[in-house]
């Protein structure tokens, strides 16, 4: 490096980065470009939290120095061509027949009290049951929700009992 006159120093030339991949590199990302410099702290990561794991396996403890979003990185880490071969693997060992007999399709939504078609506008009632527009009320479909107790119950939840000494204590 060469200093002018005023002290400053010329710039250095470009330097390309070390893994050959054509772009340039800085000295602070290690002469790589920021691309390859992302990738090998990347590895580094997932190699210190795989050595991590892998103590607290052979310590018998359980993972709990590891978090679950560790945990979800060394998952993506594994290559796309091991997740297609394993979902295939796990579609092939379930029975098609066994899926279609648990795989019962719902009939359109009917009103509890008249069998109407009720669609989106249906009302769900504390009882369970859906209802149109004309039994949404729960004395016209005859409910069978006690509507009192769940109120007297909400009301001693959120308003405890609480009693005061007889006599004050000097």
Same mark, same amino acid.
């Given at each position: 490096?060469?200093?002018?006159?005023?002290?400053?120093?010329?710039?250095?030339?470009?330097?390309?980065?070390?893994?050959?991949?054509?772009?340039?590199?800085?000295?602070?990302?290690?002469?790589?470009? %920021?691309?390859?410099?992302?990738?090998?702290?990347?590895?580094?990561?997932?190699?210190?939290?795989?050595?991590? %794991?892998?103590?607290?396996?052979?310590?018998g403890s359980s993972c709990s120095g590891a978090k679950d979003s560790d945990i979800a990185v060394v998952s993506e880490a594994k290559p796309a061509s091991s997740e297609v071969?394993?979902? %295939?693997?796990?579609? %092939?060992?379930?029975?098609?027949?066994?899926?279609?007999?648990?795989?019962?399709?719902?009939?359109?939504?009917?009103?509890?009290?008249?069998?109407?078609?009720?669609?989106?506008?249906?009302?769900?009632?504390?009882?369970?049951?859906?209802?149109?527009?004309?039994?949404?009320?729960?004395?016209?479909?005859?409910?069978?929700?006690?509507?009192?107790?769940?109120?007297?119950?909400?009301?001693?939840?959120?308003?405890?009992?609480?009693?005061?000494?007889?006599?004050?204590?000097?």
């Open positions: 490096m060469e200093q002018n006159e005023t002290g400053c120093q010329t710039p250095q030339a470009p330097i390309l980065c070390v893994n050959n991949c054509g772009f340039y590199g800085t000295a602070a990302t290690m002469n790589m470009c %920021s691309k390859c410099y992302k990738d090998i702290v990347l590895r580094q990561e997932q190699a210190k939290l795989a050595a991590s %794991s892998i103590e607290s396996i052979v310590n071969m394993l979902a %295939s693997t796990q579609t %092939s060992s379930t029975s098609p027949a066994g899926d279609r007999s648990e795989e019962v399709k719902e009939g359109p939504k009917r009103c509890g009290a008249c069998r109407k078609r009720v669609g989106l506008t249906g009302f769900n009632c504390r009882c369970g049951s859906m209802f149109c527009a004309a039994h949404r009320y729960s004395d016209k479909h005859d409910c069978p929700f006690d509507y009192r107790t769940a109120g007297q119950e909400a009301i001693a939840k959120a308003n405890p009992v609480v009693k005061a000494e007889k006599l004050d204590k000097i």
